[in-house]
């Protein structure tokens, strides 16, 4: 009779003690709840899982694998254990550990999103490319619309090499892409793959006119179709933009990456033995009127030797050069970005 008693009493107190801890959790009491961390021995797998979420949310991820490795041991196996416990161990950038236990966890329940979506994730943090690749490959199967998936199978393509693959896969995705952010990168990285790896320039150029006209303001989408024109001969195309930026510098909505150093980056040229690198400056008035500024930039080093400067002031204009082949020269007519640009190629030519 005193055994059943006690045993019952047991059993109440463990009931009584689940309800406290679920009624906590509902209540967000993480605190009262992770005090009870020293009793999980005496707890149900729900209540251990609840003590250990309390750990992760203070943090304390060690203490919260321990406790989710003990309800595995003590048999208490279900798919949110081995997921929790993936989380901590993805916290600590234990990836690969994280990712076999999302592995867990679907093992238990196949094709749950969250899940596929952690594994692939630590895969893809823990240096595993091509494990990655595959769990994103079949989230895109199972799951069409999950612009994640999408994005990251075609990025992974790119970032591996597989260029041709990379461009293939990005223009057969990105018109379905829901979410306007990963139409916008995917955008952003098959204009590059066509400008410097698929050498289909006109291509490129037609996505960056795509991605300007839907976000006008953006300087970057406009300095590297200025780059990109220049290097097609497209003058005209270049003034354009050059114009284009003229307009936000003017109605101060340059970043202030650019203000800051008073100069933007907009032409990189290569010539015989150095790179030039063309800035205009956004505000003469505080560079000794300077409007562009050319740097010579040794390829293998990126050592800058030389530095010129195209100034007008007070009517007249000059070319100033310091640093390796000196010169001053007076220019009777003022140059555009193609003359000065031409004018720097000469430059550089004889040095």
């Known amino acids: 009779m005193r055994i059943l008693i006690l045993t019952f009493l047991a059993l109440l107190h463990t009931a009584a003690s689940a309800q406290s801890i679920q009624r906590l959790w509902n209540q967000k009491n993480y605190e009262a709840i992770y005090e009870q961390r020293d009793r999980i021995h005496r707890m149900s797998g729900p209540d251990m899982l609840r003590v250990a979420q309390a750990a992760q949310h203070f943090d304390e991820d060690s203490i919260a694998i321990y406790i989710l490795n003990t309800a595995i041991e003590k048999g208490y196996e279900d798919d949110q254990t081995y997921y929790v416990r993936g989380l901590s161990f993805a916290k600590q950038r234990h990836f690969i550990s994280a990712a076999e236990s999302f592995h867990q966890a679907l093992a238990l329940n196949q094709h749950r999103l969250p899940y596929m979506l952690a594994k692939a994730d630590a895969y893809y943090r823990g240096q595993k490319p091509d494990s990655a690749l595959a769990v994103f490959n079949r989230i895109h199967l199972l799951y069409p619309n999950k612009d994640v998936a999408t994005f990251m199978s075609c990025k992974i393509l790119e970032e591996q090499g597989y260029m041709q693959a990379a461009i293939e896969c990005f223009e057969g995705n990105i018109r379905d892409m829901v979410a306007k952010e990963y139409r916008v990168e995917a955008s952003e990285i098959l204009a590059s793959l066509y400008w410097h790896e ?21 300087v970057n989408y406009r300095l590297n179709l200025l780059q990109l024109t220049a290097e097609m001969g497209e003058w005209d195309m270049v003034a354009q933009q050059q114009e284009a930026i003229h ?96 004018f720097m190629r000469s430059i550089e030519r004889k040095l």
């Open 247 to 342: 307009q936000l510098r003017d109605s101060d909505q340059l970043p202030s990456i650019y203000t800051r150093k008073n100069a933007l980056p907009i032409l990189s040229l290569m010539g015989v033995n150095f790179r030039i690198e063309i800035y205009e400056i956004i505000r003469p008035d505080l560079k000794d009127n300077a409007i562009y500024e050319a740097f010579l930039i040794t390829p293998l080093h990126a050592r800058p030797v030389g530095k010129w400067s195209y100034i007008v002031e007070n009517g007249e204009q000059k070319i100033v050069g310091e640093g390796r082949g000196a010169e001053e020269f007076t220019i009777e007519t003022e140059l555009n970005l193609m003359e000065f640009s031409i």
């Open 198 to 218: 698929g050498e289909d320039s006109a291509r490129a150029a037609a996505i960056y006119r795509e991605l300007i006209d839907n976000n006008p303001n953006k």
